[in-house]
């Protein structure tokens, strides 16, 4: 069954949610899943102070379709806009019928009650009532909604606190259990061996030298699928190699030489995903952009993993996906099973920032397990895979078309949007887009995704519409479905390189006219929210004011023009590349629950959007993707990270933001703009390398 | 071939047989169930395998078994044996890491670097950091927690 939680359609009991022990903890179900994000904290600090509990009393449970609720996907930064609010409608629901039942029993009203870490007192008096002496006797299943009575802005007293991360104390002592650290008897280890590149083909194999390897206890061939498994993990890694020289496979040549290119002059159907105003009748001079981002990879550092144990009746999965309910679905649509004999446990991996192989590599354990009854078989990508078999972020470029009028005000913004798919999530379809799915022997061809129209956060053309005050604006877009690559979402999708041209532009446009960046945004702003980050930005960054041989850029954007606002100012030096010194931020995201949660966040996307604007892209030979190791797709190193300081503004009375990928498009936009003020150049194609720079001053 | 090593790990004697070739990574996590040294790339770029190997920072992905026999190795497990080590207690404070996949290897090669020489700046240990990757952006908190270690070292 397909549950919404948020709309407690399909989760409407209290026991959906919460269930009380008598041993004093709580056990809180959550349809999210922990990716590196901190998100399970957040959560139960938002339960413990509708409960009026400690937070350590809470044991959450998510991710295990076993028992859990049905969260769909975790992505789009939406989880404390979405479940963040159930909960906390959930957990207030549980505290009000607790009350209640106590009010009954003291014969009391439930004013005079007051709960302090689940202990009934009555009027400052202990009753020996709590919700663990209760717990036997109510039965939570009441609706929610009957129930739910979240806290006043005065009754909350944990909101605003940064209380520590539950899972960093483990995990920076190395004790806690990656889905790479599970263990079973008789696991298995096994590699996959890919294709060289996204059409080739198996045209041979010679299965006979293969099985006369040491130390091989399976090959398994199907269609152009091909899996070498073995007792011991350091023996498949061996084999990998051995058994690739025994295939042969189609070599595919492509036509395209600049992917980039390829997409800029795509003939690809048009479509209009807004309009305000009228922009055939906008007058004014011309100031254009055209911004360019290459392809990108997700880069973690610990490999996709996924274990999948074949029994009699069921199938057991264990994942890191963002998904485990909609893969669950997912594998019994591939493999013509019943949900019901179907089981997908999710456990911690390496950081996700998108949808990065996680998914496919189940599918990869899966189909060998099969093979394999009665086994535990673990597959692990290996270095190479994570970066060139993981779907990748589409290269992509912006076009705009500004109209500025004789009094500097600007008429109109003229936006076109080119790029590949951004989301081909298989997880709840039909196996479509899965890596594995398309070499099989009676492969599931995918078909072409839909881009999220803009109503609903929009894919490519997320963040194509500036929130400055522009009286005629028009976005287009075109889906380029003819590329080779398997391309989806990372972090922010379209609205990296979307702010970056927008908020670019508006830097060039100020400099046209002489202005000051941050005077020229204020003055074509109405959100009180927008001009009050950007103001504190100009504050807190010193704006104005240089050292000497060290400059500084603006940008600003609010994710999605729905989630959380970020303006941000980055403070560059450029010798014979450009160093990022300093970098300072301001967010509202709304009511805030976790200050320091907020915080790593925003710089670990500053930090991780640094890398992608002045380091990171992916080169191709023919359909051959380069990236293959961490010298053909480096990343920013320690000693290159530059200061930062972020600056939060709490609304306790505003709605939870997500704030995930506010920072991207804002770091790689302020870099470029700083480095506007530093050469007076202005880089259109991202990443700014060395050469870009070199060859933009030298034309 | 298969031979067999005896290498001391986290202060104890261990007996292993295996391949010769068989990356020192394995040994620990296979063999001896020691799980919080990390696989990230096996080609020595990325820093998530790092131990120390009598008293300096290596990587175990491409140090095979040969090599490490008759050392004494630590890895992280071995960090806090005794309670949490301080360099572990400053990470804590400073909530450094997001994923935490990296984090052991980053920890180990920072202790083993100012284990051999305290006098060390933060600068200095970013710039040896150099093949020690962390992809969710927890560098600026790392670096806080090593400067706060040294502080309190000093
Ligand atoms: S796994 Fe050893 S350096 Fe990457
Ligand atoms: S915290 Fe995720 S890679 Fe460093």
Known sequence: MNMFPNSFDSAPKIENWFSFRENGTVRMVSGKVEIGQGINTAFMQIAAEELDINPERIELSAGDTRDCLDGGCTSGSQSMQTEGVSLRKAASAARMLMLEKAAELLQSDINNIEIKDGEFFLNGSSTKLSYWSLAKDVKLDKSVEKYMKPKTKEQKRLMGKSLKRIDLHDKILGKHKFIHDLEFDQMLHARVIRPPSASSRLISIDKEKINSLPNIKKLIVDGSFVAVVSKNEEDAVQLVNKVNKQCHWTQVKTAITDPIEYIRNTDAPMTLSLEKGNIETAEGTNISTEASRNFLCHASIGPCCSIAHWGDKKLSVYTHSQAPFPMKRTLSAIFKKPEDDIDVQHYHGSGCYGHNGADDVVLDAVLIAKELIGHHVRVVWSREDELSSSPLAPGMVTKIDAKIGSKGEINSFDVLVKSPPHVKRPAGKNGEYLLAAEHISSPITPPNPIDTPLNKGGAADRNSVPLYDIPNIRVRKQVVYDLPWRTSAMRGLGAFVNVYAIETLMDDIALSQGKDPLEFRLSNLKDERVIAVLEQVGEISNWGSNNPDTYKGIAFSRYKNIGAYCALVAEIKVDEEIELINSWAVIDAGEIVNPDGIKNQIEGGIIQATSCTLIEEVNFDQEIILAKDWETYPILKFNQIPKIYVDIIDRPEEPFLGVGEAAHGPTAAAISNALMSALNIRIKELPITRDRIISSVNG | ?154
């Not at chain 2, 010769?20 to 020595?44: A, M, Q, S, V």
């Not at chain 2, 950091?129 to 309190?152: F, M, P, W």
């Open chain 2, 1 to 154: 071939m298969t031979n067999k090593y005896k290498i001391n790990v986290n202060g104890i004697d261990q007996n292993v047989e295996a391949d010769e070739n068989t990356p020192l990574l394995y040994i620990l996590r296979n063999h001896l169930k020691l799980k919080g040294t990390k696989f990230g790339c096996g080609d020595g770029i990325c820093g998530a395998c790092t131990v120390i190997m009598d008293g300096l920072p290596i990587f175990s992905c491409d140090t095979p078994i040969w090599a490490a026999a008759d050392k004494e190795i630590e890895t992280i497990e071995g960090l806090s044996k005794n309670g949490v080590h301080p360099l572990q207690e400053e990470l804590i404070n400073e909530q450094a890491g997001q994923c935490g996949y990296c984090l052991s290897g980053i920890t180990m090669r920072v202790k083993g670097l100012i284990d051999k020489d305290p006098s060390k700046t933060v600068n200095d240990i970013a710039n040896e950091l150099d093949r020690n990757l962390c992809r969710c952006g927890s560098q600026t908190r790392i670096l806080k927690a090593v400067e706060n270690y040294l502080g309190k070292l000093s």
